[in-house]
């Protein structure tokens, strides 16, 4: 939340200086709204898939602690390695989707900021009457 003041005290500030970046503002705000709401969205797809990933390696342990002396007795620990090892592969490829997810999220993000200081500066550029001490 901080974060969100922070941005909404920058923005409020360059429409202070230059009132056309008002419609920049309005367009910019727009971005974010269709990125966070097409980020939720898919964070909460690949959540779902990571969590119902997770439920066999669970299971799987459980068995595996369960049954640790029959498993041992028949030597067959290789099989049951074998099965470990492929739930978490399905497991560590929902996660990585989701680290990838909340990266493009980063990277959106910050190209948004990048444009937000951009058009503040062409605002401020091709304003004539803006003085460096006009407002302090």
């Known amino acids: 939340t901080q974060s969100c ?8 500030v360059i429409i ?5 970046f008002a419609f920049v ?10 990125i966070g709401t097409l980020y939720n969205t898919t964070s909460l797809a690949v959540k779902r898939v990571d969590s ?3 439920s066999p390696i669970l299971n799987c342990f459980g068995e595996v602690s369960h049954g640790q002396t029959s498993i041992r007795a028949y030597a067959d620990s290789a099989r049951f390695t074998r099965d470990l090892l492929e739930r978490l592969e399905v497991n560590i490829r ?3 989707l989701l680290w990838q997810t909340n990266r493009v999220l980063s990277i959106y993000c910050d190209i948004i900021g990048s ?3 951009v058009f503040a500066a062409v605002f401020i550029l091709a304003n004539d009457k803006l003085d460096a001490g006009d407002y302090w």
């Open 5 to 12: 003041l922070a941005t909404l005290a920058v923005i409020v």
């Open 25 to 34: 503002a309005i367009a910019i705000c727009l971005m974010y709204t269709i």
């Open 94 to 96: 929902a996660f990585h």
């Open 16 to 20: 202070y200086a230059t009132p056309a």
């Open 115 to 117: 444009l937000v200081l």
């Open 52 to 54: 119902i990933s997770k």
